[in-house]
């Protein structure tokens, strides 16, 4: 039998192709907006943000928990403005979705009440891409133990990790007590991997245990391996070759939410693991666009910060763009036992994404690029670039929309 180790490999190496087979011209089958279109569509957003956003003084007399249910509200009511509405299917998924986000707020400020807003809702993009899948598998959309389990991790892992603060043999030793964690055994003495981490892994055990569902715990292991081994990327990379930079980022971000799926069903068909690790890829690959300015004052390597060093980024975007839509599609097939298809909300979430990074870093593109993908955002590049900065100004929110990478 396959191992898992094995499975990971070759779903990394199929979409290394695919990344390499995108092509780097415009994407011609997109929706273009006229200027009416775009102008209403403003309107829609201010008309949005006067109704829907408090005062500064009430947002800021709020405690976090209450002010993270809010931002919640706020994320999917932006979500179903940018993304169009109208299918009932997708309007109740939306309904659900925002239901789970407020449980998953309060029981998060439960397990630890001094997680900070931005804590909260970098774990809740991954509940929300949790519930996307959930939907796709015919499952109930809502929160589950695993998921908050594993959506809190996020804090507690990824960002001990990728911290400035930390040497690398400081992150080596954080690495190594994780690997024992998940593979069952404790860890001695005190350190980054006891406390709120075993906690949260319990939640998980909780609801698969370990020698019932060996696969939840391969893909766990499965993702850890790939942020260590994605370590590499936060150094010098010269002496490496492209493909294997691009095989690291691909390798993290399709088993971060190959993980999610395994928690929904406990076991995965090849056809849904390739779907939910390519889903992955491109929510990890749209993170590293809109994170570019972080990552190069942090010296992370990525495509684009690599890219950005000797030109503009207009063909590696339209690579993006590209991988993105042949990618989703593929989570057509995961609603074939009745569950809702939303590849159609999730590569229109997405695509926004891509736009919206576009715009805020204008500088990064040839006037030329700008135009041509202007045409394809439901807002004038002048309104968009801004309005993330005014989102987070105003809510102190790092993301605005469903679907952040």
């Known amino acids: 039998m396959e191992s898992f180790s094995s499975r990971v490999s070759e779903l990394t190496e199929e979409h290394l192709a695919l990344w390499s087979e995108s092509p780097g011209t415009p994407p011609g089958h997109l929706r273009r907006f006229s200027a009416a279109d775009k102008a209403e569509k403003e309107r829609d957003v201010e008309f949005l943000l006067k109704k829907s956003l408090p005062r500064m003084d009430h947002y800021e007399e709020m405690e976090e928990g209450e002010r993270a249910r809010y931002l919640g509200r706020a994320h999917t009511a932006l979500g179903k403005l ?115 981490f075993r906690e949260l892994l319990r939640m998980i055990e909780s609801e698969y245990p370990r020698e019932r569902y060996p696969d939840v715990y391969d893909s766990l292991r499965a993702i850890h391996r790939a942020q260590q081994r994605s370590l590499i990327l936060h150094g010098p990379v010269g002496k490496h070759e492209e493909s294997f930079l691009q095989s690291l980022t691909i390798e993290k971000g399709g088993t971060s939410v190959a993980v999610d799926g395994y928690l929904i069903s406990g076991a995965l068909g090849a056809d849904s693991l390739h779907a939910v690790f390519g889903y992955g890829v491109v929510l990890q690959l749209i993170d590293d666009l809109q994170d570019i ?113």
């Open 293 to 405: 300015r972080e990552d190069t004052a942090a010296g992370h390597s990525t495509v684009f910060t690599r890219v950005c060093r000797t030109g503009p980024l207009d063909g590696v975007t339209n690579r993006l763009i590209n991988f993105t839509c042949e990618t989703i599609r593929l989570l057509d097939g995961l609603s074939s036992g009745g569950g809702t298809s939303l590849s159609g909300l999730i590569e229109g979430s997405c695509i926004f994404l891509i736009l919206e990074a576009v715009a805020r870093y204008s500088h990064l593109f040839s006037g030329a690029y700008l135009r041509m993908a202007e045409e394809f955002s439901p807002l004038r590049f002048s309104y968009l670039g801004g309005l993330h900065d005014r989102v987070r100004t105003n809510l102190a929110a790092r993301e605005h929309l469903l679907f952040s990478a």
């Open 82 to 196: 940018m993304t169009g509405e109208g299918d009932p299917a997708v309007d109740r998924f939306f309904t659900e979705c925002e239901s789970a986000g407020k449980m998953f707020v309060s029981r998060a400020k439960e397990f630890d009440p001094s997680l900070s807003d931005d804590d909260i809702h970098q774990a809740l993009r991954n509940q929300w891409v949790f519930n996307s899948i959930q939907s796709s598998l015919a499952h109930p959309v809502t929160l589950t133990s695993s998921s908050l389990g594993y959506s809190l991790m996020y804090p507690f892992t990824d960002n001990w990790i990728d911290g400035a603060g930390h040497t690398p043999a400081e992150k080596d030793r954080f690495n190594q007590s994780l690997k024992l964690w998940l593979e069952g055994e404790t860890v001695t003495g005190s350190g980054p991997a006891d406390g709120g």
